[in-house]
T-cell receptor, first 114, second 110 residues
Framework: ETGVTQTPRHLVMGMTNKKSLKCEQH?????MYWYKQSAKKPLELMFVYNFKEQTENNSVPSRFSPECPNSSHLFLHLHTLQPEDSALYLC?????????????FGEGSRLTVL | GQNIDQPTEMTATEGAIVQINCTYQTSGFNGLFWYQQHAGEAPTFLSY????GLEEKGRFSSFLSRSKGYSYLLLKELQMKDSASYLC???????????FGAGTQVVVTP
């Protein structure tokens, strides 16, 4: 059982909808991440939060809006998405202070934009 | 820019050995990770190398040469359950900021 839980696992939405992805980590970590995984492409880092503060926005379009209310929870708010935004969205956490920087991933939210 | 290259797909038979190569060019280096990802599942940690040399963990071994920007993951005594995508990733800081390759799909045949 993963220590990082993502909901929903699957989401289908129209281009005018507003939805949110949720991530919760039970590992006591201080850093949380959103990654996008598209078929045949490398995982793309979207956002990084360290101690609830956003430390990286990797040129992500404003139709993706992250929120990190505390070190255990991370949201990705979605609005007016495009079909090319269809992908697997992976949340991850890391201790933030370890030497290795190992990431622990959730199982992802599979998003389909119609 | 950042560049991490690995083959797209490899096929091998059960019981055989497969070596997945990864070359990288990144702006920082704090270690190299290998992750395994089965279809529809989360990537899971396999190995971490920060110093040159070979790290062995059961059937899996990982090698790093920092001067050559090169790593490989060696899978021995292949089993059907090893069919998965293997992701090479370079850590560019100590907080978990990883740059990933596109992954190598390993297909194990009977």
């Amino acid at each position: 059982e993963t220590g990082v839980t993502q909901t929903p696992r699957h989401l289908v939405m129209g281009m005018t909808n507003k939805k949110s992805l949720k991530c919760e980590q039970h590992l006591g970590h201080n850093a949380m991440y959103w990654y996008k995984q598209s078929a045949k492409k490398p995982l793309e880092l979207m956002f990084v939060y360290n101690f609830k503060e956003q430390t990286e926005n990797n040129s992500v379009p404003s139709r993706f809006s992250p929120e990190c209310p505390n070190s255990s929870h991370l949201f990705l708010h979605l609005h007016t998405l495009q079909p090319e935004d269809s992908a697997l969205y992976l949340c991850a956490s890391s201790p933030g202070t370890s030497k290795t920087g190992e990431l622990f991933f959730g199982e992802g939210s599979r998003l389909t934009v119609l | 820019g950042q560049n991490i290259d690995q083959p797209t797909e490899m096929t091998a038979t059960e019981g055989a050995i497969v070596q997945i190569n990864c070359t990288y060019q990144t702006s920082g280096f704090n270690g190299l990770f290998w992750y395994q990802q089965h279809a529809g599942e989360a990537p899971t940690f396999l190995s971490y190398n920060v110093l040159d040399g070979l790290e062995e963990k059961g059937r899996f071994s990982s090698f790093l040469s920092r001067s050559k920007g090169y790593s490989y993951l060696l899978l021995k005594e292949l089993q059907m359950k090893d069919s998965a995508s293997y992701l090479c990733a370079v850590s560019t800081d100590s907080w978990g900021k990883l740059q990933f390759g596109a992954g190598t799909q390993v297909v194990v045949t009977p």
